[in-house]
């Protein structure tokens, strides 16, 4: 009891003699004071701002406030992070540390081994360091430099004169480096991109990264082609509600004379803009909660296809087309009524397009009212309107609206086995032409559809699975029908190409569909089987047997089988035919897909093209490190495979690395090219990455 006595004595007399200072409590074995200066030893445990601090041994100079700790001394408390050094030297005047031989891990272990460290305000300043976050042992990586500031409340370290190592070997050199050590959005450069290429030269990209604040970024990409020239990109993120998110990217890059003329490029410049925004929550949170709507925003405008291909990474929604669409949807409905507003505006990139004679839709208003009863609960209708713009600078504009009411009554019999429906589809539209000049600048079309259908809904349960089957045949009538001010024949081929009506032919409809679940309610295997049979040859259609329609599915286990195929009785031959079969399991991903297109003598062969290509891809997760992966397209027709990709990862705690070869068709803007591609990206768990492209 004499020694925790006298322990609490030293307690007092270090801690509340001069409140001014900061609290500091000892504990330990054996503590000796003696001409002011404070010892000890066996056990030493230090209570500062916080913090556990444990050595071997302790002094303390009560005069000057100096505290220093000697031995195994660690630390445990500064925010999750875990310090080790061979002496720890406290000024308690203002808090400033002193560490020789220091080892610091944070709370997401990163570690950095230093030969000596300062703490001042926060803020760890280092020599000659090593940093990692592998096995201290052996890292498979590190970062070795000969300075360093690491702040330790903003969680943000900067390196100077840093050279990367992978398993001992120099990869990388920069005299300045600085990211986050944790998973925190945090202004600074990122990890430049490296690449080469034989026809643009060494690539270089340097993204800088602005954490505005919590609910936007800004990321700026400058890039360098040493032998094509320089520009760069922006990206402006924000999330402006709970319910919304958008972006914003802009970008531009300028040729240099003797790469465009080399490669005949008429467009030395390339630039665009970009911007993304969704929004599921508009304005029906003001007006009920009966009522949803939506708002989304995918617009693009550039020059050419080289704004897309200069991009490293590019919005997902715009593929590398030459001909790019840009829409604005906007929804509002509740249980009885829709009501949705859409844009389209086309670029078609290609060279010698005049973007004055593309029709866009600007814009397209629906109203529809869903199915409800009339009178009776089997007696139903629905009403469906739209007003369309078709707009241009040069060319024919056309607007419409247009009025589709479906009736329906139905009646069952025999137990419900057997349905019987009689229909009626009421159709109204009226064009209006102008920007042009013509003999007849509106039109109404009036017309009406009389439907019978049989059907039948049957479900019989099994041990083992369910069985589902809706056989139905449908006769189609046309009925009515009314123009003016002439027939539609009468009207230009201009006009034409903007629209078409016309009747149906008077046809019977065969469906068949059939569906398999299991025990569980999950569905093993479908089919759906249509057929036209037409009452009569017309100068248009010489046989009665319209094409044949099959698709289905099977579901076995890990494997999933898919076909959708037509085909042409008139040819005795597969118009067109789509084959996917996939197998899925925890370690291994295979999909083979088949794509089949015949051009047979009755389509327009300007519209379509014909296909027969087989696509194969893999990937093999071979253990909990190592993954392969792989893709090859091969058309039939020329022997030859067009794009494949081969590559392969691993990964670790640490660290990891993917390495791809390729070959992919690149549009440009002057048609298109082949090129072979080696993707190079290295992954330094938990903060960065370094990548390059050849």
Known sequence: MYRVFFWLIVVYNIAF??????????????????????????????????????????????????????????????????????????????????????????????WITSDKAEKKDNIYTTGTSILSSCDISNPL??????????????????????????????????????????????????????????????????????AIAPNMDLEFNPQIRTRRSYGGYATFRFVDTNTSKGSLRVGYFKDKSSYSSRYLIDD?????????????????KYIGDNYQDGLYVNTIYLNDIDYLNLQKSRFTDFGLSPFQESRINYYLQDNDYYMGINAKYFIDTRNNIDQDETLQILPSLQLHKYLSKIIFDNFTYS??????????????????VEFSIPLEYTVSFFDDYLSLSFAEDIYYSKFFFSNG???????????????????????????????????????????????????????????????????????????????????????????????????????????????????????????????????SHEYSKIRESTTHISYTTDILNLAFNHTYRDILGDEDSDSLKEANEFNINIDYHYNRYWDFKGAVTYNFDSSSSKQWMIGTSY????????????REIIPRPN??????GFYLLMNFAPFTSLGTKL
Not at 175 to 185: D, E, G, H, I
Request: proline share 3%.
């Open 17 to 110: 003699a001069e409140p001014v200072i900061t609290k500091i409590e000892v504990n330990a074995n054996t503590i000796v004071s003696k001409n002011g200066i404070v010892y000890a030893t066996n056990g030493v445990e230090v209570f500062y701002q916080g913090s556990i601090l444990k050595a071997d041994t302790l002094v303390y100079d009560r005069k000057k406030k100096i505290l220093t700790l000697n031995g195994h001394v660690e630390a445990i408390g500064y925010q999750g992070v875990k310090e080790q050094s061979t002496q720890v030297i406290i000024d308690i005047n203002n808090s400033d540390i002193k560490f020789k031989k220091l080892f610091m891990v944070s709370d997401n272990d990163i």
């Open 268 to 284: 030395k410049e390339h630039y665009g803009i970009e911007f993304r925004y969704d929004n599921s929550n508009v304005f029906s």
């Open 651 to 662: 990964k670790q705690d640490c660290w990891g690395i993917s390495l791809e070869v390729k």
């Open 671 to 676: 048609g298109s090219e082949t090129q072979n």
């Open 383 to 400: 009403i469906d309107m739209h007003i369309s713009n078709y707009f241009r600078k040069e060319g024919i504009n056309l607007k419409q």
């Open 437 to 567: 000049e013509f003999d007849y600048d509106r039109y109404r079309y009036f017309s009406n559809l009389n439907k019978i259908k049989l059907f039948s809904d049957l479900t019989k349960k099994y041990t083992s699975f369910t069985h589902v089957l809706q056989p139905s045949i449908t006769y189609l009538s046309p009925g009515f029908e009314d123009e003016e001010p002439v027939l539609y024949d009468n009207f230009t081929k201009d006009q034409q190409d903007l629209f078409n009506v016309g009747m149906p032919q008077e046809h019977y409809k065969v469906s068949l569909g059939n569906y398999f679940y299991d025990s569980n309610a999950n569905l093993i295997f479908f089919q759906r089987l249509s057929q036209i049979y037409y009452t009569h040859k017309t100068i248009y259609r010489r046989y009665k047997l319209a094409d044949l329609y099959n698709e289905m599915q099977y579901n076995i286990g890990s494997w999933q089988l898919y076909n959708e195929f037509v085909y």
């Open 141 to 210: 990586w590190k970062m070795a430099f000969d300075k360093s500031k690491y702040d330790k409340n903003d969680e943000y370290i900067k390196l100077y004169d840093t050279t990367v190592y992978f398993m001992n070997t120099p990869v990388f050199y920069t005299p300045y480096l600085a990211f986050s050590t944790n998973n925190k959005r945090s202004s600074g450069f990122l990890f430049p991109l490296f690449g080469f290429n034989e026809d643009e030269g060494l690539i270089y990209e340097q993204p800088f990264f602005w």
